[in-house]
């Protein structure tokens, strides 16, 4: 099973194909996805294997291999090893291999995305920009490795020297979700090797080959076995078999609050760091004099982009009551204009959402809201009979108390209300236990100074969104989660500080 026919590029092998003269991912082509462990791809040490569906026709279009504890056990062997040499290369070397990584993966972007709108069901061209923008991610860590200084702290004697070291922290086990899965792989992988540690990742069993297309990637850039493997199976159980694995010393996991808090209270147990980038409910603020219709036509896309799936969407929209209505009608008409199809039809805006959960949960959210009295403006309904569609919703009057106003939706749903005062928009915005992104729309610079400095988030955007680029950092507060995924910040998360007092004999 250590043959792998591909059909990305005659060399890079992510899984065995359907026919073997493929040579492009179309429709109807997709691969099933091996286990990749001390750089060989192979099946789970039982042969089970997961479905993988696409959520855009409810076709099983593949498979992918269900990890045992022997196979865990092997990883945790392999990413040891792997380590040592890792830890060991020089950190030019280190950035060379991950300068590589990302041009390959931009070579490869059309088949990469390709992969991912089959079995996520974004749109292709939302597929597009999130490889190639995973790739900026990978050059960013490159240069990233290049920068991970020390310093030297004035001693008490001229005979001394006191050092502060950065070292790699070791073997790293990472879980990526469904929602992002290239550009969460970029985020954790590239900050892992750029720092000098060795990863098992899992990468979310929903969507298991555009991850592998990544990983590939890594491995036909030159980096040494047993530096990067993938993992899928039972989520609970291999993050239960890594956590508590004293070789693991570091977790990152991305997903809901729940599960984070799961996982963050196993790290404590077995004393690993961990990064935790988790749920949100991000409010937008527009204010009195905030540009309604440049307002109106941003959040349309940013609230419908991926279905709604991001942690980072915009949800509770806290108007201003002056432009309330005005507001609504822009966004509600913008919102019906919206093109929904299957991602791989070129001109899609919305596709499907990623499984069937969240259909039913944008149901049994609306319905509640409903029933406690607010008003649809627009969609509510599944569209066809086919696909994990559901159409845009714009609820207004929501009352607090509804689900959708404290749970994270995760889906095609914005809920609208009115404020009068600063004051009553803060309080609504800081309101929740989550804390990860905030917007904010305003022409008064005195406003946006007085938000930046009252929301209680991770990140703010004014009057655009500027949210999840490499270079700056990406992370959240509260239940929201802790540890920065992007910008200088990132890295240090997988350094650990050495002490070195060095004394002339
Ligand atoms: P879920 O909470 O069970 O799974 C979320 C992710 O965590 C999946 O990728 C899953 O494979 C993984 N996971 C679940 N249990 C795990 C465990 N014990 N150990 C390791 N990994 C585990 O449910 P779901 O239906 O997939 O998603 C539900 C909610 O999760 C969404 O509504 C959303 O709020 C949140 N979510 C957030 C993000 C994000 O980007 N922060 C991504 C995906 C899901």
């Known amino acids: 099973s250590g043959t792998l026919k591909i059909r990305l590029r005659p060399e890079c092998r992510i899984a065995r194909c359907k026919s073997e003269d493929v040579t492009e991912v179309t429709k109807s082509t997709y691969p099933d996805t091996q286990l990749l462990i001390g750089g060989r791809w192979r099946d789970g040490g039982a042969g089970r294997v997961i479905p993988v569906i696409n959520p855009a026709t409810e076709e099983r279009i593949g498979e992918v291999a269900h990890a045992e504890e022997s196979d865990l056990a092997d990883a945790v062997r392999e990413a040891e090893a792997g380590f040592h040499i890792w830890r060991g290369t020089p950190a030019v070397e280190r950035s060379r291999v991950l300068r590589r990584a990302a041009e390959l993966i931009r070579e490869r972007s059309e088949d990469i995305a390709r992969l991912?709108?089959?079995?996520?069901?974004?749109?292709?061209?939302?597929?597009?920009?999130?490889?190639?923008?995973?790739?900026?991610?990978?050059?960013?860590?490159?240069?990233?490795?290049?920068?991970?200084?020390?310093?030297?702290?004035?001693?008490?004697?001229?005979s001394t020297y006191q050092l502060v070291l950065k070292e790699p922290v070791g073997v790293v086990a990472g879980f990526t979700p469904w929602n992002f899965p290239v550009s969460q792989v970029a985020r954790k992988v590239g900050t892992a090797l750029a720092a000098g540690c060795s990863i098992i990742l899992k990468a979310a069993e929903e969507t298991p080959a555009a991850p592998a297309a990544m990983v590939q990637a890594f491995l036909d850039a030159?980096?040494?076995?047993?530096?990067?493997?993938?993992?899928?199976?039972?989520?609970?159980?291999?993050?239960?078999?890594?956590?508590?694995d004293p070789v693991v010393r570091k977790i990152t996991f991305t997903g809901s609050t729940q599960v984070g808090k799961h996982l963050a209270g196993l790290a404590g147990q077995h004393m690993k760091r961990a990064t935790m980038e988790l749920g949100g409910h991000a409010p937008a603020l527009l204010f009195e004099d905030a540009n309604v219709e440049t307002a109106a036509a941003a959040l349309v896309g940013w609230k419908f982009r991926n279905a709604g799936q991001i942690c980072v969407s915009p949800t509770r929209f806290l108007v201003h009551e002056r432009i309330h209505d005005d507001f609504v009608q822009a966004f509600v008409s913008k919102s019906r204009a919206l093109r929904i199809g299957d991602g791989m039809d070129e001109g899609t805006q919305m596709g499907p959402l990623a499984n069937p959960r969240r259909v039913t949960a944008m149901e049994?959210?609306?319905?509640?809201?409903?029933?406690?009295?607010?008003?649809?403006?627009?969609?509510?309904?599944?569209?066809?009979?086919?696909g994990y569609f559901y159409e845009p919703t714009v609820l207004t009057g929501v009352p607090r108390e509804a689900r959708a106003m404290n749970?994270?939706?995760?889906?095609?749903?914005?809920?609208?209300?009115?404020?009068?005062?600063?004051?009553?928009?803060?309080?609504?915005?800081?309101?929740l236990p989550y804390g990860l992104a905030s917007f904010a729309f305003t022409g008064s610079t005195l406003t946006a100074t007085n938000a930046a400095s009252a929301i209680e988030a991770g990140m703010l955007s004014i009057n655009g969104f500027g949210i999840g680029l490499p270079e700056v950092p990406f992370g959240g507060v509260k239940d929201s989660g802790y540890g920065s995924e992007g910008g200088t910040e990132a890295i240090d998360a997988y350094l650990a500080t050495k002490f070195v007092s060095q004394t002339a004999a």
């Open 116 to 158: 991912m709108t089959l079995e996520q069901g974004k749109p292709l061209y939302d597929s597009r920009g999130e490889v190639i923008g995973s790739a900026d991610i990978v050059d960013w860590m490159a240069d990233e490795a290049k920068r991970i200084y020390g310093r030297v702290v004035p001693a008490r004697t001229s």
């Open 222 to 244: 030159g980096l040494p076995k047993g530096v990067l493997n993938l993992v899928y199976g039972r989520p609970d159980q291999i993050s239960e078999r890594l956590i508590s």
């Open 364 to 386: 049994e959210m609306v319905a509640d809201a409903a029933r406690k009295g607010a008003r649809l403006e627009t969609g509510g309904k599944r569209i066809a009979n086919k």
């Open 407 to 431: 749970e994270e939706p995760f889906g095609p749903l914005a809920l609208i209300s009115s404020f009068s005062s600063f004051d009553e928009a803060i309080a609504e915005a800081n309101r």
